[in-house]
């Protein structure tokens, strides 16, 4: 009895720490987060006086208006909408075709084609900027929002991923549907898509959160003021030789807050597609 009871006091004390163990790391990557909020409430003064002090005396919410009267803030956020939405379409498609052509059609040479396709990944998206760049360039799609949507589409990733979770899917599911003369593309939307909604919402996650943050290639890529992306546009806010950090914060909020909304509302299929998926070869 006296051993039982130590058990059970052990295992309530180690739920107990673990508890505290995993609030301490919330607030310590939380942390960055509620310093920019803070900031973002502060007034000029305040953002640089010492000693530093976390809370604002009277949060300043008019930073947050302030934001659309220094940037167009509003051209930028939709670019950035436009640009994320169709790269996440043509990614899906691309990934959905080529995910099942790799997990259910036997060809020869399958295996040796997948892995030089993943072999792309090893490749640093940098090392492909000029290519991509020449390639816009003669297509006349330079300052053009496109030249981001198709230098950002195709990915090895989408396919990889997508890939393994339909191995996952039994294959007597697919085999009673050729029974009833179903041909593959209506066995893959019919049947395997739907299944595979957990995964398909992890992969559009990943692209958005990649897309939206995407820097470089709107740099290189965009030139007018019209076409500029979020990521590009909030640079502007600094300045040569003073930046008003406060102002930076509230943009930079807001500029996160459609990713922040998307994620906690698809988080439990997020979190279901990197758990189904795994690593099956």
Not at 203 to 211: M, R
Request: glycine share 4%.
């Amino acid at each position: 009895m006296n051993a039982l009871n130590t058990g059970k006091f052990m295992y309530k004390w180690n739920k107990y720490l673990l508890t505290l163990f995993f609030i301490c790391v919330s607030v310590v990557m939380l942390f960055p987060l509620l310093w920019a909020f803070a900031t973002s409430l502060k007034t000029d003064l305040e953002v640089i006086e010492s000693p530093y002090s976390f809370i604002p005396a009277s949060p300043q919410w008019s930073n947050y208006k302030e934001v659309f009267s220094i940037i167009p803030f509003g051209t930028y956020f939709m670019n950035s909408v436009f640009v994320s939405v169709l790269t996440i379409i043509i990614t899906l498609i691309t990934s959905i075709l080529a995910a099942y052509v790799f997990s259910r059609l036997n060809f020869k040479g399958r295996n040796a084609l997948f892995m030089l396709y993943l072999a792309t990944l090893m490749v640093p998206r940098q090392v492909v900027l000029v290519p991509n760049f020449i390639i816009m360039r003669h297509l006349n799609l330079l300052d053009n929002l496109w030249s981001l949507v198709l230098t950002s589409s195709f990915t090895a990733y989408g396919t990889f991923f997508l890939r393994q979770f339909f191995k996952t899917l039994p294959i007597d599911l697919e085999e009673s549907a050729i029974l009833d003369g179903l041909g593959y593309f209506r066995r893959l939307f019919q049947i395997v898509v739907p299944l595979a909604k957990p995964a398909i919402i992890t992969i559009t996650i990943i692209t958005l959160l990649n897309t939206w943050n995407d820097f470089l290639f709107p740099l290189v890529f965009i030139n007018s003021d019209s076409q500029k992306t979020l990521t590009v546009g909030l640079s502007l806010l600094r300045g040569d030789y003073d930046t008003r950090w406060n102002i930076v914060m509230a943009a930079t909020l807001l500029s996160i807050s459609p990713l922040v909304a998307f994620f906690c509302f698809a988080q439990r299929s997020f979190i279901e597609g990197i758990a189904l998926s795994g690593i099956k070869g």
